[in-house]
């Protein structure tokens, strides 16, 4: 229900033209394509933080590549970034990822209190992605751009009042997932009363068949760890880092949200740290996350030609980083 509000609230933001302005501001402000990369890391962990991490590959994926181009610069570091941005930004909030809430339900965290404990690690797992990246994608860093006209200014009604609710709901409530969908559903609603969406784009945006395929297995995964302890005693007798390294290799395996149902069906011993594998974890291959299939959806209708293979290269090189990085921060703050 979270992730379905969340989309159809970015298809509204979308529709109003809130992510295409923003991405042509940066490309017009950026003063150089080292500048534009951090504006764009930047962009993506506002936007997973507050309309979850598919939402973001959804609509940021084709906006950055747009914006890339429109400057002659290279796409692949906004291409690459916007995808392992996106898995670890989705550490700052509960709804940034739905792990965050499967793995938490057992300790009732409102929003303000989850982003005290866990701001600190997702920043830094941003940070260290974003050098891992740019070290990868250096050169087209260097490459000189071109003017940039100024955008168009976006519409400020629906869409930008529905991001506002939306992140409201998810910092203040514990379970912000029914109220969310009704604001989303709410706002599509409107724009479909007023001939302004089609029934067909909202349910291409959604993926219902694939929500509700990961749902199931989901669903079953949680049932198996709530009969069986195996996975409950493995984690039991695992400290932080083994338990991040067994979360990453399950999201891998099994998709991050079903691995998350069966690790987390009783409460872990190291919640956090479960969640920073899961969450970094995927960005080791394609089966980690949803938001991979997403982005390469998006990638492509955007005429790009992303590269399952460097994804997984980059990622080889980001996770471990990123998840030594995240755990550090954990232990130094002391929300173990």
């Not at 960005?283 to 996350?289: I, K």
């Amino acid at each position: 229900m979270l992730v379905t509000g969340l989309l159809l609230i970015g298809l509204v933001a979308d529709d109003d033209g809130l992510f295409v302005w923003a991405g042509h501001q940066l490309a017009r402000l950026a003063s150089s394509g080292a500048v534009m990369f951090l504006g764009a890391s930047l962009m993506v962990g506002v936007v997973t933080a507050t309309l979850n991490l598919d939402t973001s590959v959804a609509f940021l994926t084709p906006v950055l590549v747009y914006a890339a181009r429109s400057r002659g610069e290279g796409e692949a570091p906004l291409l690459y970034g916007c995808l392992l941005f996106s898995n670890a930004g989705s550490l700052f909030l509960p709804g940034s990822n739905l792990t965050n809430l499967i793995v938490l339900g057992h300790l009732h965290l409102s929003g303000a209190a989850f982003l005290a404990r866990m701001w600190g690690p997702a920043l830094v797992a941003i940070v260290v992605t974003a050098v891992v990246v740019a070290g990868f994608e250096h050169r087209a860093l260097r490459l000189s751009a071109k003017p940039v006209t100024r955008p168009e200014r976006p519409s400020l009604g629906l869409g930008l009042t529905a991001v506002v609710i939306a992140t409201v709901l998810v910092v203040v409530l514990h379970s912000p997932a029914l109220p969310v969908v009704i604001v989303g559903g709410g706002a599509v609603g409107i724009r479909l009363v007023a001939g302004t969406d089609h029934p067909r784009r909202v349910a291409e945006v959604l993926g219902v068949p694939l929500l509700t395929g990961l749902f199931g297995v989901a669903a079953a995964l949680g049932t198996l760890g709530r009969a069986w302890s195996g996975p409950a005693t493995l984690l039991s007798h695992l400290d932080l880092w083994g338990t991040a390294v067994v979360a990453a290799t399950g999201s891998v395996l099994v998709n991050n949200l079903p691995a998350a149902s069966l690790l987390a069906a009783r409460i872990p011993a190291h919640p956090f740290a479960l969640l920073i594998g899961l969450n970094l974890g995927p960005n080791l291959f394609v089966t980690g996350s949803l938001a991979w299939l997403l982005w390469l959806r998006a990638a492509r209708f955007a005429g790009a030609r992303p590269s399952i293979v460097k994804a997984s290269r980059i990622g080889a090189i980001a996770v471990p980083l990123s998840i030594a990085a995240a755990l550090g921060m954990l232990s130094v703050t002391g929300h173990l």
